[in-house]
């Protein structure tokens, strides 16, 4: 398998990561998150970060600042070597981390499209969330709506286009309701008209449905245009953490 | 035996080496550079064959069961390494214990079904029809968890964006690897299958063949092929579906992240 140097710190022994001291985490009622220090491999050494609650917040920076890797932190898709993540207070490293994920959803920078017609796709979502019961076809083409995808649900989904097959991964994880929605870059391969659309669904179902949306972005236009807070990551570390552009 | 079987005398049988000689003639001529490996080939065959009739015409002659199982659990731990080593990828030490676990319950179960229940055999370890059962079970066995070790990390690797995206989604890793399981499954059980297909048209199998030259009808011999090919398929899907179900947690760890092989 393909060394991947993120899993490295799920096997004990191995130095691959570089210990640091690290400040205590200081519970906060009011904010989401708290990354209090997280080492990730020299890619990630952040002392202290909240996230605030409700909020679209853009973790900003350029390609290889760690910003992936943030989100997959939060996610419980890695773990961080030494520190802690918080959500509403309580530690992640205690939760069970597929219960975590089934809150905390996220979307890959790829999109994910199943072999299948768009319906099956969206039904997938539901099955991976442990949910027994589909949702009738009403109710799938009003996440479709609320994703500006107006395809018919019968449509075979590898037909779809790039910024289509986005949008229906971003439908899909609407369906499953989530309290926060973290988007890793979801627009990286699509034109700029098609990566705005995007984003601004996804803000749209955050602020109508009161969502955290934590969402990574290399883009200035766009963290200046939706960002209400803004973590701007370089080399490894927080560089600049605070309110964004207009909200 | 109802038929006097045909000795090869040791000048027939030296004679016989021709066609290993016409093979290193072949690829040292067209300077393939091949003749090491073929000439260490033919002789490991020579000389395990050798010692195996020895062994085999000791075991037979003693008849006591304990050295029919020791025989057994023998050609299970050289199937267990076989394994490893055939795989190229590199297998974590939870994987390897998964492998062996699987072929061991799952070829002993087929054989003792086969010898108790199939041919009721009496007494159950008669080492003459034993150990070539068992040698079939095991070496086919072998053959399709080598296949769906590969099978498997294969997938996990190419469908690594796929399975982290189904994870994402807050999948059980069971759910997010369901596809990738099946198809290694299937892809590890297709040989013996596909070999179904083909016997008796295409090719004679082994044991068919072997009990047809000392002098068996071949309506009995067909009897043991037909059993024997069910116990085959019944021995690879059970020791590959064992693997399968285990096998992918060796991918996970406890916090249900992927981790690597490597």
Known sequence: MAAMPHEEGVQPGKEVFRQKHWGRAVMDEHKLYQLNGVVYKDILDIPELDIPENKVTCIYGESGAGKSTLLRLLNHLLSPDSGSISLRGVDISGMDPIELRRRVLMLPQNPLVYPGSIRDNLNIGIRFSGRKHCPGDHALKEVLDTSSLNKPLDTDAKTLSGGEKQRLALARLFLLDPEVLLLDEPSASLDGATERTVIANAVTYAKEQRKSLIMVSHAQHLVDEFGEAVVELARGTVSRSGKGGSP | ?262
């Open chain 2, 1 to 262: 035996m109802n038929g006097q079987v045909e000795q090869i005398g040791l000048w027939q049988m030296v004679s016989a080496y021709i066609f290993v000689l016409f093979l290193l003639f072949i690829v040292r001529r067209r300077k393939i550079g091949r003749e090491k490996e073929i000439t260490i080939a033919a002789l490991r065959m020579t000389l395990q064959l050798v010692l195996v009739g020895y062994v085999l015409v000791f075991v037979f002659d003693l008849r006591h069961p304990g050295l029919t199982v020791l025989y057994i659990a023998a050609m299970l731990v050289f199937a267990v390494f076989n394994i490893f080593r055939r795989v190229k990828t590199r297998l974590n030490r939870q994987l390897k214990l998964i492998i062996a676990g699987s072929i061991g319950f799952g070829a002993l179960v087929s054989l003792i079904y086969f010898i108790l229940v199939v041919i009721m055999l009496d007494p159950w370890y008669e080492p003459r029809y034993v150990i070539p059962i068992a040698g079939m079970i095991v070496g086919n066995s072998m053959t399709g968890i080598s296949l769906g070790v590969k099978h498997l990390a294969d997938g996990m690797k190419q469908q690594r964006e796929h399975i982290e995206g189904a994870l994402m989604m807050g999948a059980q890793p069971k759910e997010a690897v369901r596809d990738i399981v099946n198809s290694a499954f299937d892809s590890a059980t297709l040989p013996t299958i596909n070999s179904m297909v083909g016997m008796g048209i295409v090719f004679l199998p082994g044991m068919m063949t072997g009990q047809i030259l000392s002098g068996v009808s071949p309506l009995t011999a067909i009897n043991y092929q037909i059993a024997i090919m069910l116990g085959i398929l019944g021995s690879v899907s059970l020791c590959v579906i064992v693997f399968v179900i285990f096998g992918y947690r060796a991918f996970f760890n406890k916090r249900a992240q992927l981790v690597s092989m490597e």
